[in-house]
Each structure stands twice: as structure tokens, then as C-alpha cells.
């Protein structure tokens, strides 16, 4: 079992920044992918973008390239989310989510469905 605790999160006006962080703590060895996923109401959930644990590498959604940046810290498990340039339409609740088993086919790192643990969430409200 893996469990991931989030911090940061809150009311930020448009144009403004705001950090997360996603501490893991249990069976967090393998680790493969480390992301990002956010829940509008009333909408899917999508993922925001992901790293990979060994690597670094990491892929952002179109909506948030140039945006938002997700850096890991291995020695601390812990993944961040640094967001600027926020709009009313980042609003959603943000989740951090792990890879723990390796897929048998490339790509499921894009799939906000994809990963194995997810944390509790924590809200991001953007305001005009």
C-alpha cells in the first residue's frame, strides 16, 4: 500500500501562482510514474501531467504546457506541482497519483486512469 498526502492548494486570483506537493510514504518502492490529475465539477477527471520516477522526464497536458512544471524529489518521495499564469478553468480538485505496477503496454502514463494510487485531493479555486 502507498499513501500520498497532499499540501498546498487554495484561492488564488487569475494570473497568479500557486504550489502543491505530494509526499509518499509506504510501499512506494517501485515507483514508476508520479502525476498529477484534476476533477472540474461536473466533468472527468484529466491528468494535468506526470514525471517518471527514474528519469525525471515529464509530459504535461496541452491545457498547462508552459504553465505548469512538476519536479520530483527522490530523496524526500515527494512530487511538486508549481502552477503560474492560473485561469478560471484550473479550478478543479487536484489529486497526486502513483504507478506502482508496470504496464505491459507504453502509454498508460497519459491515463489519468492509469495509476494505481491516488491522494485525497486538494482544492485549487481560481477566481477573475
Known amino acids: 500500500q502507498v499513501q500520498l498526502a497532499e499540501s498546498g492548494g487554495g484561492l488564488v486570483q487569475a494570473g497568479g501562482s500557486l504550489s502543491l506537493s505530494c509526499a509518499a510514504s509506504?510501499?512506494?518502492?517501485?515507483?514508476?510514474?508520479m502525476g498529477w490529475i484534476r476533477q472540474a465539477p461536473g466533468k472527468e477527471r484529466e491528468l494535468v501531467g506526470t514525471?517518471?520516477?527514474?528519469?525525471?522526464?515529464?509530459y504535461y497536458a496541452d491545457f498547462v504546457k508552459g504553465r505548469f512544471t512538476i519536479f520530483r524529489d527522490r530523496t524526500k518521495n515527494t512530487v511538486y506541482l508549481q502552477m503560474s499564469s492560473l485561469k478560471p478553468e484550473d479550478t478543479a480538485v487536484y489529486y497526486c497519483?502513483?504507478?506502482?505496477?508496470?504496464?505491459?503496454?507504453?502509454?498508460?502514463?497519459?491515463?489519468?486512469?492509469?495509476?494505481?494510487?491516488y491522494g485525497q485531493g486538494t482544492q485549487v479555486t481560481v477566481s477573475n
Open positions: 497519483a502513483t504507478q506502482t505496477r508496470k504496464r505491459p503496454y507504453r502509454g498508460s502514463e497519459y491515463d489519468a486512469d492509469e495509476y494505481d494510487y
Open positions: 509506504g510501499r512506494t518502492d517501485p515507483t514508476y510514474y
Open positions: 514525471t517518471a520516477w527514474s528519469d525525471g522526464n515529464t
